[in-house]
């Protein structure tokens, strides 16, 4: 029903409810990088990454929201909801493109997660999904 | 240090009370501080006395960055020299958003006493009058809080489904200014707030404490002034209503005009832009004030305290409870002379 | 087996030990071993402090029981004279010498005293936000503790196992809103510690912990935390809950920001569990004429924050373990028997 205009709208929430979440894909990526859960966003990565210094790659928000399971710049409940209807074009997913492999992230982590690894895997996952392959490098 | 909540009880003037209006109660719901007077004058036998020169606080104006904080000092100086010239000492306030700015304006003096020096020198100068600070500062449902038994030894009806022998499910909502900036200024704090409940459960009613019953209704004051702004002040005003949904509350009470205001109309506009509506049985969820909620369990009648100024039908309520109401009387005059029913316009008007 | 006892008229040192909590037990124990005559006191009627309510011990998850299993090995195996179920409410000085004022009398004269009489859980109910003593899902660090040493069965809710969980790091502690800005140092390894009792007891269950700063200092308790991430998938959010509240279902409703994606979230969780802090007891005692304690933190204050570790600054009277601020099992022992030391050279040197 198309409802009476008053000028103005209720808000889509940015809360991220936790209930609604769905790890399958955290689970997945863990399976080969266990290590991938230790991240604790000290950032090292990121300060050094080119990608991240030139464009919008950072591997802790990317971890964070894999953990939790939300695809927050789609505003859809989950990631894995996203990764299902191919619609894997979140800001920092989408990012990942711009790894260039060099493997800095990897040197510098305290935690010692191979992160050019993790990088690979989700790469691999997402092209797995065939439809959601467009715009991310085959490797 | 801080304290238990059951221990946020505070001193509530037991009589003479120098009673201030809300501006925009006197406009949203016009019965509701006349029923409160007669009230406590003709029920409770208490002495109440109103200004006729007593103005606005300048509460929304101030919150809306409208008026500078020191008019807004000087216009809150000039109600306590009313005050204290017809020898008053305990302010009893109407509204959530005056009681709030009251509160916070008396920390201020106390902590910066230049400045309270200063609004004198102000208001001295542009009226002539002096002031002093009320001995006693409460809001207007604590002082039904604090005769709550009393008004149930004289009730007339209970706060009961007169069908299923059921109390009825009660959402109360506290204005965020009556105790989230002093949770020591209100009877029992702000997370486990009681002065309504308190109400409710002396009433025969029950309680409904679902997860949003903190959130803010969303008035925010500079969030509804302006039509664009409105969303975000809709949005909160959802979120409480999503969230008190599966309790099937039979009524919202509220204690804030802006709060009572909003949860009611709001309602409305829900209804007619989203297709929503939060009651049980496809209804919307009746709200009423504090006052209303006292002067329905003591037998008002409905149309003589302006229940039918309230978006939300409060039928279904008053039928709940059983109380007598003429329904052809709903929009009529004092002399009983039918006004006519509302029109819906379809240009909203500002 | 026949007890050590070095104790003769050649040796006529006598001391009081108060408290028989881990530094109680190692200060007693190791001033008897000394030679010195030990009167030892505790308001409870068996040894042990807090540990008789533990489950499990970090970081190695030894069982509380079998330490003090230990313990009392040490304690039966050399002469120390016990008053068990004296609480002893001050102390004074009388000829150069201490007498012990408790509900049992008055007891003296010792050369010194040892003050090892432990802290108290910070009453989480003076949080009101976290809804605890409000909501039975609310519950706190110690209370899961003896949950976890009285059997899983008590967990279930509504016959099933918790599908999620939450704890919640610094609840009474570093917290302007309570006046106490000091860290507990034990709780965020408590916490890691409970998660992962708990994913292994329930292998299906959601474990998330809300942390300002994840404090992790002591030996082996970052590869705890190392484990609880990557072997055991607790979910570590960085931000501090701010909301509690209860659905229809009373399961309990958090709120609180992810601040690492800068955004609030919200889950429903089974059990909330308060990480809670440690503060100085309730039945502290007071050394007449002298204040002994800090004024910031209430814990008994050192005569130098670097080199006066249980020395009060007051002759003969020395206090060990937790009553001196946060500690951990193994920093209360060494400080018991450092305690214990520094007696001996006072005495020896009077
Ligand atoms: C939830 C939680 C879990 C913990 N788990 C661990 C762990 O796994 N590993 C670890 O290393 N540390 C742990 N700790 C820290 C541990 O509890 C302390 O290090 C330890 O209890 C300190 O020992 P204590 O002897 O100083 O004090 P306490 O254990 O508090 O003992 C003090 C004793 O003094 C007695 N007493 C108090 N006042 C009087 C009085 N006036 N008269 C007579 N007697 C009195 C008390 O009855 C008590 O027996 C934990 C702390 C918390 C909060
Ligand atoms: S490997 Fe990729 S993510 Fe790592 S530093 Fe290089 S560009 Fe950045
Ligand atoms: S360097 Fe390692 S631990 Fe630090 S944020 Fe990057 S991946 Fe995480
Ligand atoms: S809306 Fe947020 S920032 Fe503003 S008063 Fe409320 S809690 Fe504070
Ligand atoms: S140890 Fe951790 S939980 Fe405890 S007060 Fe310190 S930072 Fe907070």
Redesign the pocket.
Known sequence: MAGKDFGFATKAGRQIDLDQLDTTLADKIALAVNSWRACISCGSCTATCPAGVKFHLQLPTLNRAFQLGTDFCLELPTLNRAFQLGTASCLELATLKSCLLCGKCQLVCPRGIPTRYVSIQIMQKFKSNSHVAKGIPSV | MSKYWKEYQKEIAEDNYFYVRSCIRQNFFPGAENLFIDILRNKLGKKVFEDADHTTCTGIGYHSDIVPLETTMTVVARQFALMKEKEYKNLAVSCVTSFGLYSEILDMWKHKPELKEKIAGYLSEATGRSFEVPENMVHASDILYKFRNEIAAIAKHKLVNRHTGEPLKIVDHIGCHYAKTFPERGVGGSEFPQVLTGLINAWGGQTVDYPERRHCCGFGFRNYLVQENRGYSISQSKIKLESMQPFEPDLMVANCPGCAMFLDRWQYTLEESEGTVYGAGGLKIPVVTHEELAGIVLGYDPWQIGLQTHQVPVEVLLDKIGIDYDPELKYADLKGNLIGDPQMINEHAC | MLKENKHTSSNPFRIAV???????IAAAVSAAAMGVEVDW????QR?????ND?H???PDREFADQILKDFSGKTEAIEIKKHFG????SIEKVDGNYNLL?NKGIKGSYNAVII????D?FDARLKEEYGYGMYDHVIT??DL?KMLKTGQEKLKCNGSFPEAMAFVHCVGSRDQQIGINYC?R??CI?GI?QAIEIRELFPSCKVYNFYIDMRAFGSGYEELYRQAQEKYNVQFIRGRVSEASENQQKRIVLKAEDTLMSRPVKVTVDWLVLL?G?VP?C???DVENFSCTDQETGFYKQSNPLSGGGLSGQPGIFN????GGP??????LASGRSAAMEVWQYLIKR
Do not use: R
């Open positions: 108060i408290g028989a909590g881990p530094a109680g006191f505790d308001k409870e040894p042990g402090g807090k540990l533990y499990q011990l970090f004296t609480i002893v409410s408790s090892a009489a432990g802290f859980f660090s110690p503790e507990s034990l709780c408590t510690k809670v440690m007891s039945t502290m005692v060990a373990g937790a009553c500690m951990s099992i193994p920093e209360a």
